[in-house]
Structures are given as C-alpha cells and as structure tokens.
Nanobody
C-alpha cells in the first residue's frame, strides 16, 4: 500500500559527494517523520539522520557537519546530501518513514529496499 523507493547511491571517491533521495507513494494520509539508516556488513543498522514533520533534525555524531537531511513535503520525498565522504561511510542506506496511511487510525513504520553507497578510490 505504501512504498519507499530510494535512489542516488553509487560509487564515489573519498572526499566526494552523493545525494540520496527517497520518495514515499501510496495511500498516505500523513508522513510524521522520515529518516535514513545505514548498515555495513557485520554491523548493526544505525541511525544516520532523521527529520520530523515540524522540521527538527537529528544526526549521528559521525556525520554531523558533513550530511544534511531535508524534505520536500509536496513530493513526499526526503533527501540526504552527503559531503566529504569517507570510506567508513560505505554501507547500505535505508530510507525509513513513520506514516499514517489512509483507512487506518494508527501510525506505521515503513522501510525502503536500501541503496548501496561505496566510498573507495
């Protein structure tokens, strides 16, 4: 019913930049929050950045000053601008959203399929 589709991942050299996007579609009444998580092989999934409906943001300490999360509410899309990328940023990045769907009274959490980000020379 509700889908999250990520794009923008790929291979980039250290110090480079990438911009990830995640578009939510389907029977959406309200998006309460959207964010990005990442998971490297052998490691647990960790929060990278999150933005709530009012515009407040949260970042992992490891990405503060380098990554910026933003939303386009009209497009139901969240972005992650990643600058000064480091090899340790290499991971699968997953979009996350807390959404009130049409036809239901309660919030549900949705996940995208993940997009690979590889930082290597």
């Amino acid at each position: 019913q509700v889908q999250l589709v990520e794009s923008g991942g790929g291979l980039v050299q250290p110090g480079g930049s990438l911009r990830l996007s995640c578009a939510a579609s389907g029977s959406i009444s309200r998006i309460n929050a959207m964010g990005w998580y990442r998971q490297a092989p052998g490691n647990p999934r960790e929060l990278v950045a999150r933005i709530i409906s009012g515009g407040g943001t949260r970042y992992a300490d490891s990405v503060k000053g380098r990554f910026t999360i933003s939303r386009d509410n009209a497009k139901n899309t969240v972005y992650l601008q990643m600058n000064s990328l480091k090899p340790e940023d290499t991971a699968v990045y997953y979009c996350n959203a807390d959404i009130n769907p049409w036809g239901g009274p309660y919030q549900r959490t949705y996940w995208g399929q993940g997009t690979q980000v590889t930082v290597s020379s």
